[in-house]
């Protein structure tokens, strides 16, 4: 399914059709965001056709299982004009002149890490083929799974243009296309607005996240020490299992922002800057609380196992116990159960009544003697 909402002088239009996404990312002042849910074989098609995305990044962004990433695209020459690359071309750099850029009329791109870092005011007829691809993720709790569920979103991002790739329904884009087309709108008519208002959308609902792991670790505490519910070590794994995950896709997000961070395309502004490094330090605070809760369950698992080896030295030492108070009264009836002709006592009428006292008496000698050496 797709979602197409274009923004030009102030006017936003969602009806156009998909094979004007060409025409209108020429129109100056116009801002394009495409949302994909879903992603079939067509829409791989309308983001290689009408966008020229690499096939690298679309594999990439149709995939939900990638790990956090950023790709800075640049431009590559397409003589034949078949849509691949013929071969590596070289970086761009300040010295190239206008006749370079018309001749790249027809491009294709490539991750051109190695560029430096671009001016916002210079080369902007070359720049402006370049782009980001992105891949961050959003995060919410299941209470009925009692699991994290994270949801890859792939963005690619160019100068006026922002292109949204995920799988299944998420609330974070809808939401901040929604901001975007409000009434006076807080986000500006810049595509590094639009890009800072989706990151920051997904990295503040992982604080609501970690809240509720906090209060499930709690949960589990009082489980451990007050009803020691033998189930909580499934529970305790599960969540060791969601938090680790999560921090392979906080870490992994934290580089993304110093790249971006970095500007090697003049899509984000100087201004811009303080926005992500914003989003940047709390991705930093939600690693933290990551890792102090993994902690936390750690010490949590540990309880439980020195509860529950505690309380199997109970159950032993009170069979031990048991099983000393059995064997001195078999001790005594086996006494008297020697089959002797003269045998002491065997004439007396409260000869059994004689055993069974011992018996009691040695019983209770026994317990008041392991309830003083405190073993009872």
Do not use: C
């Not at 006076?184 to 609501?208: C, G, K, T």
């Not at 009170?318 to 003269?342: E, R, V």
């Not at 006592?345 to 309830?371: E, K, N, P, Q």
């Amino acid at each position: 399914m797709r979602s197409l909402v274009v923004s030009h002088a102030g006017k936003f239009r969602a009806e156009l059709p998909h094979d004007a996404i060409d025409e209108a990312l020429k129109e100056p002042g116009t801002i394009l965001w495409l949302d994909i849910t879903d992603p079939t074989p067509e829409d791989q098609i309308l983001l290689r056709e009408e966008f020229g995305f690499h096939p690298l990044a679309i594999e990439d962004a149709v995939r939900s299982h990638e790990r956090p990433k950023v790709d800075a695209y640049g431009v590559l020459r397409d003589d034949d004009g078949d849509g691949v690359p013929d071969a590596p071309a070289e970086p761009l750099t300040a010295t190239e002149d206008a006749e370079t850029t018309d001749e790249l009329a027809e491009t294709v791109l490539i991750p051109l890490e190695s560029l430096p870092i671009a001016e916002a005011d210079k080369h902007d007829e070359v720049d402006r083929n370049g782009y980001y691809f992105v891949i961050f993720y959003a995060a919410v709790y299941d209470h009925q799974e009692d699991h994290i569920k994270a949801h890859a979103v792939s963005m690619f991002i160019g100068s006026n243009y922002l292109v949204t790739v995920h799988t299944g329904p998420l609330s974070h884009i809808a939401d901040t296309i929604a901001r975007w087309r409000a009434l006076r709108s807080p986000l500006s008519h810049r595509i590094s607005v639009l890009v800072h208002a989706l990151l920051d959308a997904m990295v503040d609902d992982y604080f609501p996240l970690m809240d509720q792991v906090a209060d499930r670790v709690e949960e589990l505490e009082d489980t451990i020490f007050i009803h020691f519910d033998e189930g909580s070590i499934e529970t305790i794994f599960r969540l060791k299992k969601d938090l680790l995950s999560m921090r392979r896709i906080v870490a992994p997000e934290r580089d993304v922002l110093n790249v971006l961070l970095r500007r090697q395309l003049p899509i984000f502004a100087l201004e811009d800057m303080a926005y992500l490094q914003d989003v940047y330090d709390h991705i930093v605070r939600v690693t933290d609380s990551i890792d102090t809760y993994r902690d936390l369950l750690s010490s949590a698992l540990d309880s439980y196992l020195s509860l529950q080896s505690n309380r199997l030295n109970q159950i032993m030492k009170t069979l031990t116990i048991a099983s000393i108070i059995l064997m001195t009264a078999a001790l005594i009836t086996g006494f008297y159960g020697q089959n002797f002709k003269f045998f002491p006592s065997m004439d007396w009428r409260i000869g059994s009544f004689w055993s069974l006292i011992l018996i009691a008496a040695a019983t209770v000698a026994l317990v008041i003697y392991f309830r003083r050496k405190k073993w009872l």
